[in-house]
Every structure is written in structure tokens, then in C-alpha cells.
């Protein structure tokens, strides 16, 4: 059985930068390699409530410095 995970990219412009964000349903165990595939950047920021960081934010970074991401969350 192959699973294909469906993973939407919304471009955001705020003043003079710009920023991708990436949504998705159940990303976090390979969200490494379909960063990798998309992205050749290194970091990222990981923004987020009190909820989600303690329930998410250890396996999330774990996925990403699988694929030696720069992980900071805010």
C-alpha cells in the first residue's frame, strides 16, 4: 500500500521578504523529505501555540534534523 500525502504550498509576501508555508495533513514523521524535495533552504521556522508545542514540536524537529533542517520554533 503506497500513501501519498497531499502537501500545499502558499507563497507569502510581507514587505520586502517572502515566505513559504507549507500545510498538510499528518506531515510530521516525513516532513523532512518532502521539504527536501521542494526546498534546497535550510531553515526553518516552526511558528506556534503552547498546544502544539508540546504535543508536536519534539517529533516535528526530529523529522527535519533527519535531513539536517535548522529548526527554530517561535
Known amino acids: 500500500m503506497v500513501l501519498r500525502v497531499k502537501m500545499s504550498r502558499v507563497n507569502i509576501k ?3 521578504d517572502e515566505y ?3 500545510i498538510g495533513k ?3 514523521a516525513d516532513i523532512g523529505k518532502h521539504l527536501s524535495k521542494v526546498t534546497k533552504n535550510k531553515k526553518i521556522l ?3 501555540d503552547e498546544y502544539f508545542e508540546h504535543r508536536y514540536a ?3 524537529k526530529s523529522a ?3 535531513y539536517n533542517f535548522k529548526v527554530q520554533l517561535h
Open 14 to 16: 510581507i514587505a520586502d
Open 20 to 22: 513559504d508555508v507549507f
Open 26 to 28: 499528518d506531515l510530521k
Open 46 to 48: 516552526i511558528v506556534t
Open 58 to 60: 519534539s517529533e516535528l
Open 64 to 66: 527535519l534534523k533527519k
